[in-house]
């Protein structure tokens, strides 16, 4: 069924697991489209009973969410970004009517979805199959071993309330339902009133999956009256939008609630002085700012806002600019035909951005391209004129003139949300740093040059006022990712007027949904807390757990192997045979110079060797793979005479989700004849669920091995 506007109807919200309307009567707030102003939908929450939807959420909510680990809640993401790439056709004509063209969509709906694969694989990858997550190494608080401590992320036990800016209805909430999600911890969504119905499509692509565990997700279509009231320890609030509106929300939130924001920024490009007309540096400069300014009519909180640029190279810019301008960009209803700019979000946001327009002109600016008149625009029928209904702003460029330093704060202060940048002059690298600083804390610089020595000055003089720092230059221009798209594998967010925030992108994004305990306790109680094993706990030795499969294995399994002399025959036919002729294993002498050995000492890889032959359990059987060691540490030399031994522990198991075998983690320690420690390290490998040792268990061997290699 293809996703329609909702005529005039009041927009559902989605709560307790059910679509919701108003009562009849509850007359809502038209939204328009952008290019026509025709009416798409009505956004009322009259009569909205939200602190019963926070509370089914704190519920409901996260006990479904508590019930899955956290590789189980990633391959649900993985499920919601298959469905909503069946339908994203439907989002981008959709997204349309808010003046986005489908160019402006990839960044919207497709890079939306690219956040829930991204998150899927992530989790999957970077955490563990389990529920809670470790965070750092074990701290032994106690000299013989049976006092330690750790850290400890368990989930938050509220909701996770997003509040959405209009330009993201999807990127902008799926980057912060995502982690949360897979958290665990559930979601109550928040769209802007402009753009609520894109985030309405979306969500309710999500619920006819079937798939949302209940009350993980729910949409409040309008306002959230009395919300802060509501919210106390163990909440979140998610809030993306104008710097004003964070610091009236922030206010409102009691202690213990996490308040997060992500807000406007002035947001800077350098060009550097190296990056002369004729350089890719410049054209990759200048291809960026064409995009920045039109990419979704200027409306991202990443676009470039302040172009610092050498003297020189500021009239060849603009120029350079006008030209691209006019060879690419056609305004217009994106449903027309080689529409590549939109029209802004609405008539209420082209007045503010004209307004803002105006300020920056009284502080001294002086529009250099484009004009703030209205723009005759392509309409959807394919006819070219004026739309007065529709929210056309053409691009434009502001240039200040003067000093760096005398140039006005407005030029740093004012955010014209729309197809706007200004252009500064610097005359010096620290100039152009100080002019970066000025904006009070932004998401994103970015800097083109192929000079690492400007490169190395401004990221030291620039990156404590920046969540994000692009580097562009010949080899990357093609390549990069560009300056205004945040990618969900990094930080998002940035210091001071940028709301504060760095709590988007990667895992920290999930960790933010979560608490940090430090946990203190006996080895036992750490493992039996956290289901890995830890030195000092319990272990049995009854099989080889190299025959157990993950049905029979548990932590704390282990095989101790009896001493292993150490000769100097081996040493040496070691070292001809693998080339290592370190003087540590071959020249007496030399190795007794050195400050660690006593004379000549045994391979370090031959140690590990030998611990693997100690251990092993040579039959086909449940461990199908050794995919690496971690944590390699060598203790004490071993010399010709010593005696080593190996004991390996089970330390954690890591069931795949979607495959007959899973990760298991063993703790090997590797001692002498005295008990002295030699080695530490963790053995990586992978090992079958189910494992048949009758005749039949060779060939389901082969066949597991096969499925594991790449
Ligand atoms: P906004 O006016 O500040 O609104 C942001 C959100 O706050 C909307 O969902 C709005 O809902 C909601 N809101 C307003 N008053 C509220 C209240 N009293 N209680 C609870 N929620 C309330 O910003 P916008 O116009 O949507 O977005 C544009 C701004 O967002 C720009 O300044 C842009 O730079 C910034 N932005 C920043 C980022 C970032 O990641 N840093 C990303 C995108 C946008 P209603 O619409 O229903 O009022």
Redesign the pocket.
Known sequence: MAIESTGTDILPSYLRDRWWTPDAGAAGIPVLDASTGEVVTR?STDGIDLAGALEYARTVGQASLGALTFHQRALLLKEFAIALTARKEELHELSKRAGATVRDSLNDVDGGIGVLFTYASKGRRELPNAQVYLDGPVESLAKDGSFLGRHVYTRLPGVAVQ??????PMW?ALEKFAPAFLAGVPSVV?????T?YIAEAWVRILVETGRLPAGSLQLVS???PG?FDHLGLGDLVG????????S??RQQAAPGVRFT?????INASVLGPDAVPGTPEFDAYLTQLLIELTTKAG????AIRRAIVPEAVVQPLVEALRDKIAQRVVVGDPHAEGVTMGPLVSLA?RDEVLRAVAALEAAGGRVVLGTTAAPDVVRADGSTGPAPEGAFVAPLVIGFEGDAAALPDAVHDI?A?GPVASVLAYRTVDEAADLVGRGGGS?VTSVATADPAVAATLLARTAAFNGRLLFLDRDDARTSTGHGA?VPHLV???PGR??GGEE?GGIRAVLHHMQRTAVQGSPAMLTALTGVWHQGAASRSDRHPFRKSLAELRIGDQFASPLRAVTLDDIETFAHFTGDLFYAHMDEQAAAANPFFPGRVAHGYLLVSWAAGLFVDPAPGPVLANYGLEDLRFVTPVSPGDEVRVVLTAKQITPRETDEYGEVRWDAVLLNQRDEIVATYDVLTLVAKTWDEGPAGGAASRTAEAAVTP
């Open positions: 956004v509040i959405n800016a209009f330009n993201f902008g928040k769209p802007a009133t402009p609520a309008g306002a959230v919300l809030f993306t939008g104008s710097a004003s509106t964070a009236r929300l924001s992500e807000t406007d920024s409306q991202k909180c990443t946001q955010e949300f998401l945040p998002h967010g940035g940028a709301g988007l």
